[in-house]
């Protein structure tokens, strides 16, 4: 879909992309100085320079070149040609505030491996893993998981940022994760009732206790996240194109693999039935 965008020129809007699409300009190399729908000269050279562009950082795999350019709500538009180099992210932490919480874990999916950090034994590794990719996946991840990873890492994530929240909500799905899940038909199973604030009682109960089996359930829905975001995200890339001339283009559901961590309900119904929990809900 990226080669037949053309909002990510300065001036070039949704009418006037349709306008190309309708005379013919299906993808960028279809737009000549000879261009049939009426531009000024200074459009059109503006064109040809932005296009010029955008083929070389296409040919280099620079997608912040196309992040940059695009409204939140339009990444889709890129997700299919710099798919091999993405990855989708979720980190869970000790409190739903950046100030004075730490990171439990992060969980990372590039559709062929799921990779897994946790505070106290591996989660150093991440600053250099994350490095590996150039496009990261997430849900609200703008508001919280980016600028929560850069403050406790002391380091700067320039990662092209899909945010599913801002493209899923203009298709209408809003709401949380969850909530977005539940509205496209998606069930969790035994993961239906554990939440953002039921991964922190999960990762207390770890800590307070040393039950493995409350790791192991944190572990299975922060890895949850993160399969459901490819997942999403497909979804969504496929209902975005499917209103374009290019809707043949639509992406097949990926293939998600087994968690490898089960989740413990006699663990999570301890939790449930605790005073914290009450507290809290």
């Avoid at 729908?37 to 070389?56: G, H, N, P, V, W």
């Avoid at 798919?83 to 004075?100: A, C, K, M, P």
């Amino acid at each position: 879909m990226l080669k037949n965008t053309f909002i990510h020129i300065p001036g070039i809007g949704p009418k006037t992309e349709q306008r190309f699409w309708d005379s013919g300009i299906h993808n960028w190399d279809d737009f000549t100085q000879y261009c049939p729908i009426r531009l000024s000269q200074s459009k059109i050279d503006t064109m040809a320079s932005y296009l010029e562009e955008s083929k070389q950082n296409l040919k280099f795999s620079n997608p912040n070149y196309f992040s940059d350019l695009l409204p939140s709500s339009q990444h889709w538009r890129f997700f299919s040609e710099f798919r091999n180099s993405t990855v989708y992210l979720d980190i869970e932490t000790t409190g739903l505030e950046s100030w004075g919480n730490e990171i439990t874990t992060i969980a990372l999916y590039d559709s062929d491996f799921i990779t897994y950090y946790i505070n106290g034994q591996n989660l150093n590794e991440f600053p250099d893993d994350i490095r590996k990719y150039k496009v990261i996946v997430t849900y609200n991840g703008k508001t919280f998981d980016i600028p929560f990873i850069e403050k406790y890492f002391n380091i700067r994530l320039d990662h092209s940022h899909i945010d599913l929240r801002y493209i899923l909500g203009s298709l209408g799905y809003r709401g949380g994760l969850k909530s977005c899940e539940t509205q496209l038909g998606i069930d969790r199973g035994d993961l239906a009732g554990v939440d953002g604030f039921f991964a922190v009682l999960l990762w207390h109960d770890y800590k307070r206790t040393g039950n493995q089996k409350a790791l192991e359930t944190l572990l299975a829905y922060n890895i949850q996240d993160v399969l459901t975001l490819e997942n999403l995200m497909v979804i969504a890339y496929n209902m975005k194109i499917k209103d374009t001339p290019f809707y043949e283009k639509q992406l097949p559901a990926p293939v998600l693999p087994d968690i490898p961590f089960e989740v413990d309900m006699k663990t999570v119904d301890r939790i449930r039935s605790g005073v914290e929990f009450q507290y809290y809900y």
